[in-house]
């Protein structure tokens, strides 16, 4: 199956397609992959009339600028012009850095994106948001640079580890709580569907970023749970799992969504149940004024104030702003009672 995100491009979901990825282009493509993705890279550029493996280091180390000046070194060496191909092969951390070398080579090539991990199906890859670390933080320095296609192949979840599919679905609960009550139904009835899963949550973030490319105030509520999260994230030095934070960040803001009467005590039930039912966590016991100050420089916050996405009812989103210190602490012990 395809869903279109918007006119700009399609993202095909189903087993087997990494066959079909030469499809998108006869030119010549770099296909930047992470090392466990090897043996399906080289097969993948078999595909091509003219193609070439590059390997990066695993995860947020191959998110650096010295990964992308190596890229294009490389591209140019080997004559890559604009009609060319860049496919990122992996997780979030690949699709990241394979979609910036994309957007600055030649000031933009495509990008055909193949993400391998859970989290990069439902949220990494689709969307054009590209990044990459430097000293100043993590994710400061990218691109919006749209992919020309995105191929989820489902066979790629068949060797992810167990804490991948874990930490994956917070960011599906997520879609579910924004934008489609069905997920929360697929969860709840314990049902092993996460084929169908994977397309829902595409089908709202697909809908979401078509309507917003740039990521003004309607692309924002993809960031629920994501204020806390990312304090959590921080905090933690990054050594959290992204969707773990999300997870917490979930609780934190339906409890604090309840203390300030805008969801009933069953929809706060619902976000703990679905979210324990994973193996996520619900809680989180660190230090409130050290959040508390990461929260107010997450790089979401506008003129100020710290601001969360939040929900009314499922599907029903809003934004909730000038919070105290004081109303959030009550909301943090409330987490972790
Ligand atoms: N651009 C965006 O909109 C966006 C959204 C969310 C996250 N991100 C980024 O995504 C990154 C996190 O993504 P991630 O969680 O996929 O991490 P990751 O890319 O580091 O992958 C996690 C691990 O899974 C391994 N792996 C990948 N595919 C595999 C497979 N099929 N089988 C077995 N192992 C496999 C990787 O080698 C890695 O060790 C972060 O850098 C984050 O900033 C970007």
């Given at each position: 199956?395809?869903?279109?995100?918007?006119?700009?491009?399609?993202?095909?979901?189903?087993?087997?397609?990494?066959?079909?990825?030469?499809?998108?282009?006869?030119?010549?493509?770099?296909?930047?992959?992470?090392?466990?993705?090897?043996?399906?890279?080289?097969?993948?550029?078999?595909?091509?009339?003219?193609?070439?493996?590059?390997?990066?280091?695993?995860?947020?180390?191959?998110?650096?600028?010295?990964?992308?000046?190596?890229?294009?070194?490389?591209?140019?060496?080997?004559?890559?012009?604009?009609?060319?191909?860049?496919?990122?092969?992996?997780?979030?951390?690949?699709?990241?850095?394979?979609?910036?070398?994309?957007?600055?080579?030649?000031?933009?090539?495509?990008?055909?994106?193949?993400?391998?991990?859970?989290?990069?199906?439902?949220?990494?890859?689709?969307?054009?948001?590209?990044?990459?670390?430097?000293?100043?933080?993590?994710?400061?320095?990218?691109?919006?640079?749209?992919?020309?296609?995105?191929?989820?192949?489902?066979?790629?979840?068949?060797?992810?580890?167990?804490?991948?599919?874990?930490?994956?679905?917070?960011?599906?609960?997520?879609?579910?709580?924004?934008?489609?009550?069905?997920?929360?139904?697929?969860?709840?009835?314990?049902?092993?569907?996460?084929?169908?899963?994977?397309?829902?949550?595409?089908?709202?973030?697909?809908?979401?970023?078509?309507?917003?490319?740039?990521?003004?105030?309607?692309?924002?509520?993809?960031?629920?749970?994501?204020?806390?999260g990312h304090a959590v994230e921080l905090v933690e030095n990054y050594?959290?799992?992204?969707?773990?934070?999300?997870?917490?960040?979930?609780?934190?803001?339906?409890?604090?969504?309840?203390q300030q009467g805008l969801i009933d005590a069953p929809l706060l039930?619902?976000?703990?149940?679905?979210?324990?039912?994973?193996?996520?966590?619900?809680?989180?016991?660190?230090?409130?004024?050290?959040?508390?100050?990461?929260?107010?420089?997450?790089?979401?916050?506008?003129?100020?104030?710290?601001?969360?996405?939040a929900i009314t009812q499922v599907g029903k989103t809003t934004r909730?702003?000038?919070?105290?210190?004081?109303?959030?602490?009550?909301?943090?012990?409330?987490?972790?009672?």
């Amino acid at each position: 199956m395809s869903i279109a995100v918007g006119d700009s491009y399609h993202v095909h979901i189903g087993a087997g397609l990494l066959d079909r990825v030469a499809e998108t282009a006869t030119n010549k493509a770099l296909i930047v992959h992470q090392p466990v993705l090897r043996s399906q890279a080289e097969a993948l550029a078999a595909q091509f009339s003219e193609a070439y493996t590059f390997e990066i280091p695993d995860a947020e180390d191959g998110k650096t600028l010295g990964v992308a000046e190596r890229a294009w070194d490389f591209l140019g060496e080997k004559n890559f012009s604009r009609s060319d191909l860049v496919v990122g092969l992996g997780g979030g951390a690949t699709t990241d850095i394979a979609g910036f070398i994309a957007s600055a080579w030649m000031r933009g090539i495509r990008v055909v994106q193949v993400p391998t991990t859970l989290l990069a199906m439902v949220d990494a890859a689709v969307g054009g948001k590209t990044g990459i670390n430097t000293a100043a933080g993590k994710n400061l320095v990218g691109a919006f640079h749209e992919p020309h296609a995105v191929y989820v192949d489902l066979d790629f979840l068949k060797t992810l580890p167990e804490e991948e599919i874990i930490s994956g679905s917070a960011e599906i609960i997520k879609t579910g709580f924004i934008g489609d009550e069905e997920i929360l139904r697929i969860y709840e009835s314990g049902e092993d569907k996460l084929p169908e899963l994977i397309e829902r949550s595409i089908a709202v973030k697909a809908r979401v970023v078509a309507a917003d490319l740039k990521e003004s105030s309607l692309r924002e509520i993809l960031n629920y749970g994501h204020t806390f999260g990312h304090a959590v994230e921080l905090v933690e030095n990054y050594r959290w799992r992204h969707g773990n934070a999300v997870a917490v960040g979930m609780s934190f803001i339906a409890h604090l969504s309840h203390q300030q009467g805008l969801i009933d005590a069953p929809l706060l039930q619902r976000h703990l149940d679905i979210i324990t039912s994973v193996g996520l966590p619900i809680r989180y016991e660190g230090d409130f004024d050290a959040l508390y100050e990461a929260m107010t420089r997450d790089k979401k916050n506008r003129g100020g104030g710290i601001r969360f996405v939040a929900i009314t009812q499922v599907g029903k989103t809003t934004r909730l702003e000038g919070m105290t210190k004081e109303q959030l602490r009550a909301a943090f012990e409330a987490m972790n009672q």
